[in-house]
């Protein structure tokens, strides 16, 4: 698929970095296993991939900051050990060349909130290692802010978690509302003066998970310039039977959100690495029929280049520079 290559393709999520750091697997060797390493990424197309930095529960009271700087470390690694094929993409310019240079650009970012430790000097020294995307929430409360997975409190952003935000619009970090309760989330749109992301994250409308966005959410992402990117959760796609989730399940969402905000608004996160895959997505190297099956359904080049990577590409020329 030419126009696949040819594009700038950009995935918006995965939790891989954790198998590298657990000894699982060396993201520069293709394995059998999993869902995304280096050899996979090239086959897939993939040009830049957001890696999540996520803190797992048993770490996120104890020790969070570590655990996210342990995971920073192995993308440092990677880049360092493989600069001919891999780096940490810092600015819009780095992710081009990357593609020019044929290596992998990786967009490093920070899952939850909890890896601050309450610290808003952790956020500034995340982002001069290289982080430029944070996603405020996992699941659960953190200081900043609640997780979908919180819905007592019905509470929005802390003073905390206004601080974080103030100082990722100053620092230039793309704020990341996939896995915030919806007052976190009014609360963000109100309050940044950037656009943001929902990197992965579904259609309510479609499949009535809690981590998935209503068209009123979306919209108001929209509005203010955001992206959200699909994704893979096979159990975001479809309420019935997610076990039997195909890739036709991901172009339905996918289609719908184009109804609902337009080509300029939607993307493309998997969550691979993190997640159960619908049955025709083993891994990465999918890619490829996202963007045949788009091509199927009567969509142009301009606007299929925009869901594999230029509307991340254009959240990040505003919120970078």
């Known amino acids: 698929n030419s126009l696949h ?3 700038l393709v950009i995935d918006g999520h995965c939790d891989t970095i954790g198998e590298q750091l657990s000894g699982k697997r060396w993201l520069g060797d ?3 296993e999993g869902h995304i390493d280096l ?5 897939g197309g993939v040009d830049a991939q957001f890696f999540a930095c996520y803190v797992p529960v048993p770490y996120q009271r104890h020790g969070a900051a570590t655990h996210a700087l342990a995971r920073l470390d192995q993308l440092h690694l990677l880049a360092e050990r493989l600069p001919d094929q891999f780096v940490i993409a810092r ?6 060349q990357a593609k020019t240079a044929g290596k992998i650009a990786a967009i490093a970012g920070l899952e939850g909130a909890e890896a601050l430790d309450g610290e808003i000097g952790l956020l500034r020294q995340f982002y001069r290692l290289g982080v430029r995307n944070l996603g405020l929430a996992w699941n659960f409360r953190n200081a900043a802010c609640d997780g979908v997975s919180e819905r007592r ?3 929005g952003l802390t003073e905390f978690g206004v601080a974080v935000v103030q100082e990722c619009n100053r620092l230039g970090i793309v704020i990341d509302a996939s896995h915030l309760a919806p007052a976190g989330l009014d609360d963000v749109l109100e309050l940044s003066e950037d656009p943001i992301i929902a990197s992965h994250s579904n259609a309510f409308a479609l499949c009535d998970h809690p981590r998935n966005l209503t068209d009123a959410q979306l919209m ?3 509005v203010k310039g955001g992206v959200i990117g699909v994704t893979f959760v096979n159990s975001f796609l479809r309420r ?13 969402h996918l289609e719908y959100m184009l109804s609902v905000v337009g080509e300029d608004h939607v ?3 998997s969550d691979f690495d993190g997640c159960t895959t619908p049955t025709d997505i083993k891994d990465t190297t999918a890619y490829p029929q996202i963007t045949a099956r788009l091509q199927e359904r009567g969509y142009g080049e301009t606007t299929i280049r925009k869901i594999l990577g230029g509307n991340f590409m254009r959240i990040f020329e505003k919120v970078w520079q």
């Open 5 to 7: 290559f040819d594009a």
């Open 30 to 32: 293709r394995a059998a």
């Open 39 to 43: 050899p996979r990424l090239r086959e």
């Open 91 to 96: 600015t819009v310019d780095d992710i081009r």
């Open 153 to 155: 409190s019905g509470g």
């Open 220 to 222: 108001a992402i929209a």
């Open 240 to 252: 019935e039977q997610p076990e039997l989730t195909t890739i036709d399940d991901v172009l339905e």
């Open 267 to 269: 993307a493309i996160g």
